[in-house]
């Protein structure tokens, strides 16, 4: 998309030998300003990583309960899919997809869940 052969560049007055920019180095696709554009793909990515504790008490004397422990981190380079990316989640810069790593909106840092029972001395 450069040179003063192409005609869209050689209409808006680019390309030559004084030109030092391609017309695209700023803006993706300069042809779809002030119109809208809606491109789906599946360029992000994304990972997690966790540590996971569990206790558990068996059934003892009529009581039993569990207690587990999560610690885990999501991080998303870009949108994580591509309706989010037409809600603003996109790529900071498509020069370098790795500005847009960062955590998730999903991201839960720690959770601590506990649950148990006790069989009451009375009853069926």
């Known amino acids: 998309m450069f040179g003063a052969k192409f005609s869209p560049c050689a209409s808006r007055g680019l390309g030559g030998a004084g030109t030092s920019y391609p017309i695209n180095f700023f803006e993706v696709n300069p042809f779809t300003a002030g119109s809208s554009l809606n491109y789906l793909d599946s360029m992000g990515s994304s990972n997690y990583n966790s540590a996971q504790v569990e206790f558990r008490q068996r059934l003892n004397h009529g009581m039993q309960f ?21 809600a603003g989640g996109s790529f900071q810069t498509h020069r370098n997809f790795r500005l847009s790593y960062r955590p998730s909106t999903y991201d839960i840092r720690q959770i601590f869940h506990a649950s148990g029972t006790y069989d009451l001395p009375f009853g069926f």
């Open 66 to 86: 569990n207690m587990n422990y999560t610690f885990s981190h999501s991080l998303v380079e870009g949108p994580v899919n591509g309706y989010q990316a037409n």
